[in-house]
């Protein structure tokens, strides 16, 4: 009889967290069933939040956890791990010392994430970040800091692709792209860089679309702000505030409308020295629409260039409302000041688009994500089919 070891097993489904923040990764990867044994942060008021909803949680600055301390908490060995996950911020490695500038992956802390990959070896990974990551440039490392030590003193290419070249050193697989978690049931517009790796080379995919702008089922259409947040109208719990001078402004705003709707008169009094800048400025003195989803929650709602007014009331979104557009459970418990809550929920990995892609990593772990023909008929139409879908989810394989 043929034992398996425990990394091999088909029940292990065991996850590793970094970065963890409130969790929003976590929750979806738990949805999906994968089971998290233990979280990481930095921030004080993110593992405050990981402990008040029962975690373990090693708390800290990862630069200074070793992997034998989160394998030791998980009650793991290496190899063993499922997954590791997280979104590693995109900053410098330090502020003393070597400045190797915010968009060089080798002074920052993708490299911590890199490091816990290597020694803790789980059979797969999910690297989330901003979009921006796939085209941010590498910046050089000036004359006057350059030693033996530096990786490259004269750099070409982007942060992506020594990230890349960084995995593949370790013997992992990888895709990437864009997802936008509108097509995953998220009721918001929010676009995340995602990264997959696989140790074993399976063939890992990014998740397909569920859901669209437009479907004969409304099950599978994009979910509306009011689908998530109507019930909180009167009700919204601990919230933010305007200036008066900012509500006075939006009061004349109508629901889906921003500074264009403002009287003429006003607009230039109310944009200040912004109304001389370029671009859209969508987000100034915007109003939402219950109608559609939500545009992408930042860490505050009050800021000038990117506020997010309730769609009927004069007062931005709530703390709560916050968590219902990335899905938190109601339950789900948000620790700190009210400033920090708004960070943690705003920074968080929409709990469907987690959901989805611990679905899609355990659909390759079994070994059935793919219906095996040996033909299908009318194959013109069903390339057309997954083409759309794979546009409609945003991929850049």
Request: positive net charge; charged residues 20%.
């Amino acid at each position: 009889m043929q034992i398996l070891k425990y990394k091999d097993s088909p029940s292990n489904r065991d996850v590793i967290s970094l970065f963890s923040g409130a969790m929003g990764l976590d929750i979806g990867l738990t949805k999906a069933g994968l089971s998290v044994k233990v979280g990481q942060d930095f921030e004080n008021s993110c593992v405050t939040t990981m402990k008040a909803n029962g975690h373990n949680v090693l708390g800290g600055d990862i630069r200074e956890i070793q992997p034998q301390q989160m394998l030791d908490i998980a009650g793991l060995k290496p190899g063993e791990p499922f997954l590791i996950c997280g979104g590693p911020p995109c900053q410098p490695f330090s502020t003393a010392g070597k400045r190797l500038g915010i968009n060089d992956p080798r002074g920052s802390l993708f490299m911590d994430f890199i490091r816990m990959i290597d020694a803790i070896r789980p059979r797969f990974f999910i690297m989330e970040n901003v979009k921006g990551l796939m085209s941010a440039p590498l910046k050089n490392i000036p004359l006057s800091q350059r030693d033996d030590k530096n990786i490259m003193a004269e750099s070409k290419g982007t942060v992506l692709d020594v990230v890349l070249s960084e995995f593949d050193k370790l013997g992992y697989k990888t895709v990437y792209g864009v997802l936008d978690a509108v097509n995953y049931g998220v009721p918001q517009f929010r676009e995340r860089f995602v990264l997959i790796g696989s140790r074993d080379n399976e063939d890992i995919f990014l998740p397909f679309p569920t859901n669209f702008q437009m479907h004969q089922d409304p099950d599978y259409r994009w979910r509306s702000l009011r689908s998530a947040i109507a019930d909180l109208e009167y009700d919204p719990g601990e919230c933010a505030s305007f200036s008066t001078d900012r509500m006075d402004f939006l009061k004349l705003v109508p629901e889906g409308g921003n500074w264009r709707n403002l009287p003429n008169h006003l607009i230039e009094e109310a944009m200040g020295g912004a109304y001389h800048s370029g671009g859209g400025k969508v987000g100034f003195y915007r109003r939402l629409s219950y109608d559609q989803p939500s545009p992408t929650l930042v860490t505050s709602p009050v800021q000038k260039a990117s506020m997010l007014c309730h769609p009927t009331q004069n007062r931005p979104l709530s703390v709560r409302e916050y968590a219902r557009i990335q899905q938190f459970p109601d339950d789900w418990q948000i620790t700190g000041t009210m400033v920090a809550k708004y960070r943690q929920i705003g920074n968080a990995v929409p709990v469907g688009l987690a959901k989805a892609l611990g679905k899609a990593i355990i659909s390759v772990a079994d070994g059935n994500a793919v219906i095996k023909t040996k033909r299908i008929r009318g194959t013109d139409i069903h390339n057309r089919i997954k083409n759309a879908m794979e546009m409609g989810g945003n991929h850049a394989y």
